[in-house]
């Protein structure tokens, strides 16, 4: 059971946009802790997507974005392209747990 | 560019203690105001935090860890060190060392570590 809440499983056909959630609570993303998104394809090391519950590093393209409200954030990816497919995660900070914590993963398909 | 590289043994006897090391190099593990993690990925599952450190020696690990979590930094050899006790077949997963910088920026390529007799 992880502390951020992730949907399992998305998908969307070539082209299309899609959303992921990342729910937490009053002691992670409610508390006003930054949220960062993560990618990862299969076999390989995670790598940072958004930081800063919107921001892009250098070379990620802005089909990518990411929103916070409340204790709740977001991950939208526009205009999906067949290397898109692959687990994505939400991580924030817990106060009552001292540390990282991170959704249990996103699988997102495209079509 | 920062790159990081784990390194230990691939199997871990039941009981007994899991030591891995992450070099990290293109920059001094005492630059910057980084914790450096370590990161856990259970076979097909989700992303877990075991801990971090700073290059002061200040830790903080995943409290359902309890206390079998140690972590280490050695600024002369620009590592820091993970020992994880008392393994079992539970503590079978992908660990990934890690830079934190509020965002977990730079990450190695992980070493999987099994637990079996």
């Known amino acids: 059971q992880s502390v951020l809440t992730q949907p399992p499983s998305v998908s969307g056909a070539p082209g299309q946009r899609v959303t992921i959630s990342c729910t937490g609570s009053?002691?992670?993303?409610?508390?006003?802790?930054?949220v960062h998104w993560y990618q990862q394809v299969p076999g390989t090391a995670p790598k940072l997507l958004i930081y800063?519950?919107?921001n892009r590093p250098s070379g990620i393209p802005d089909r990518f974005s990411g929103s916070k409200s409340g204790t709740s954030a977001s991950l939208a990816i526009t205009g999906l392209q067949a290397e898109d497919e692959a687990d994505y995660y939400c991580?924030?900070?817990?106060?009552?747990?001292?540390?990282?914590?991170f959704g249990g993963g996103t699988k997102l398909t495209v079509l | 560019q920062v790159h990081l590289q784990e390194s230990g043994p691939g199997l871990v006897k039941p009981s007994q203690t899991l030591s891995l090391t992450c070099s990290v190099s293109?920059?001094?593990?005492?630059?910057?105001?980084?914790?450096w993690s370590w990161i856990r990925q259970h076979p097909g599952k989700g992303l877990e935090w075991v801990g971090y450190?700073?290059?002061?020696?200040?830790?903080f690990h995943n409290p359902s860890l309890k206390s079998r979590v140690t972590m280490s930094v050695d600024t002369s050899k620009n590592q820091f060190s993970l020992r994880l006790s008392s393994v079992t077949a539970a503590d079978t997963a992908v660990y990934y060392c890690?830079?934190?910088?509020?965002?977990?920026?730079?990450w190695g390529q992980g070493t999987t570590v099994t637990v079996s007799s």
């Open positions: 890690a830079r934190d910088d509020g965002p977990t920026d730079v």
């Open positions: 293109g920059g001094s593990i005492s630059s910057g105001n980084y914790y």
């Open positions: 450190i700073h290059s002061s020696g200040r830790s």
């Open positions: 009053s002691s992670n993303i409610g508390a006003g802790y930054d």
């Open positions: 800063a519950n919107h």
């Open positions: 991580q924030s900070h817990d106060s009552s747990l001292s540390g990282r914590v």
